[in-house]
């Protein structure tokens, strides 16, 4: 092989191109000139928006671990809020109906106290107004303790009234409370007197009944009762001032075999539900006292005589 065949170019790994200032240059100039063509003329927003369509999945793929990370942390983080929410609004609307039972009870304890007031009026007798503490212990009677006692003045044997009619007498006192025993106590029993038919009467307890009654004893069977007549105290016993409301007969049988009828009446004080009561001074008390017996005048003259 002769010297004038040999290639005598440098090998391709050794081939200079265009100086890197060179290709500086020209990128610069070429994007210079994209910039203006863009802006001038808006030549490569086809290209823009194909490029964008082009990645749009790519750029879709990419997004998604965010977009579920977002959506758990989202999803948590409006549940306890709903979740507290929830419990905010069932505080709320406990104290709305704590609120509104309370209204309920204040209107229902203001209509008994007007209308304790209103009897009041009513009694020309001395009254005093007390409070219902709470029930005998006692689970044979029916009592309840009222929270004024000897030191207000509280006389042993005094009616005890609710808004509604007599709801019992005192039967025992103390210095700062007194028992009270209910109408429908089998040991107490209260003169009345029938409405309609003005025929007296002796109303007792009935503990038995349901919530507990009263019962009219000693009627013949033959006796002009109706269910529904109106019973108030006759007051011929010195103790209930006459005209108090006690109770309405709601049941009558009559038994041939029997010589007296059994009459069943629902008092009409609130024997299980009084919070506010008077206590009226036994009409015996206010009566004024009696008259000495006057001496015989046969002694007198003798004594005169003498």
Known sequence: MTLGTLDRSPPPFFKQGPSALSKLMFFSALSLFLMVADT???????????????????QWLALQPVHAVKSGSGYFTGLNQAQSDSEEASRKLALQSLRAGQVEQLTLENNRLRQLMALREQLKASVM??????????????????GKGQVQGVDLGSPVLDESGVLGQVTRVHPLVSEVTLVVDSELVIPVLNVRTGERSVAYGDPAALGGGMELRFMGSNSDVQP?????????DGV???????????????????????????????????????????????????????????????????
């Open 240 to 306: 209930y001032p006459a005209g108090l409301p006690v109770a309405r007969i709601s049941r009558i049988e009559r038994r041939p075999e029997s010589t007296f009828a059994k009459i069943y009446c629902v008092p009409l004080a609130l024997v299980s539900g009084a919070r506010h009561v008077i206590v009226v001074k036994p009409v015996s008390g206010q009566m004024p006292p009696r008259p000495d017996a006057a001496t015989p005048d046969v002694p007198a003259r003798k004594r005169a005589s003498k």
């Open 40 to 58: 001038r003329f808006h030549m490569i927003q086809p290209i823009r928006a194909a490029l964008a369509t082009v990645l749009y999945p790519v």
């Open 228 to 236: 529904g007549d109106l019973l108030t105290t006759s007051g011929i």
């Open 129 to 146: 107004a007390a409070e219902v503490l709470y029930e005998a212990a006692d689970p044979y009677t029916r009592k309840v303790i009222i």
